[in-house]
């Protein structure tokens, strides 16, 4: 019996937790109740992560949706922009869109979307086709 492919992604980090993020940091990966992403640079990806949440564009969240992919639910996520980021970087700043956190539910190697214990997130092979419609220029791609 072949099995589907799988990939880890590690997209390309924008950012980090900003002040009004929670975290519980006792436990490994941090588990996030309220996520504030604050972009400190946007290379313009469609997915962007800060350990171990990701976050995607409402495009991509729209076409996951469409898709019927399984295993990613969205959240709202509080996104601002570090005053250097606008400071040196203000058409990138000023193109940021609009974002949905993207929470990986699924279970390990039945879905399109999980996460593993150590906080990886693993994409399915009908997952990867979908994202590469979309700008996934800086992420790290191997399978997994």
Same mark, same amino acid.
């Given at each position: 019996?072949?099995?589907?492919?799988?990939?880890?992604l590690?997209?390309?980090?924008a950012?980090?937790f900003?002040? =009004?993020?929670? @975290?519980?940091?006792? &436990?490994?990966?941090?588990?996030?109740?309220?996520?504030?992403?604050e +972009? !400190?640079?946007?290379?313009?990806?469609?997915?962007?992560?800060?350990?171990?949440?990701?976050?995607v564009?409402?495009?991509?969240a729209?076409?996951i949706l =469409?898709h019927? @992919?399984?295993g990613? &639910?969205?959240?709202?996520v509080?996104?601002?922009?570090?005053?250097? +980021? !606008?400071m040196?970087?203000p058409?990138?700043?000023?193109?940021?869109?609009n974002?949905?956190?993207?929470?990986?539910?699924?279970r390990?190697?039945a879905?399109?979307f999980?996460?593993?214990?150590?906080?990886e997130?693993?994409?399915?092979?009908?997952a990867?086709?979908?994202?590469?419609?979309?700008?996934?220029?800086?992420?790290?791609?191997e399978?997994?």
């Amino acid at each position: 019996m072949t099995t589907a492919a799988e990939y880890s992604l590690s997209p390309e980090v924008a950012g980090d937790f900003g002040a =009004e993020s929670v @975290l519980d940091t006792t &436990k490994h990966p941090p588990v996030v109740s309220r996520l504030h992403y604050e +972009f !400190e640079g946007w290379d313009g990806d469609d997915i962007v992560a800060t350990f171990p949440v990701t976050i995607v564009t409402d495009a991509l969240a729209k076409a996951i949706l =469409e898709h019927g @992919l399984t295993g990613a &639910k969205f959240d709202d996520v509080i996104v601002t922009k570090d005053p250097q +980021f !606008e400071m040196f970087f203000p058409t990138e700043a000023a193109a940021l869109p609009n974002w949905r956190w993207l929470r990986p539910v699924g279970r390990p190697h039945a879905a399109d979307f999980w996460q593993k214990e150590n906080g990886e997130l693993v994409v399915s092979d009908r997952a990867l086709r979908l994202l590469r419609q979309f700008h996934l220029n800086h992420a790290e791609i191997e399978e997994a």
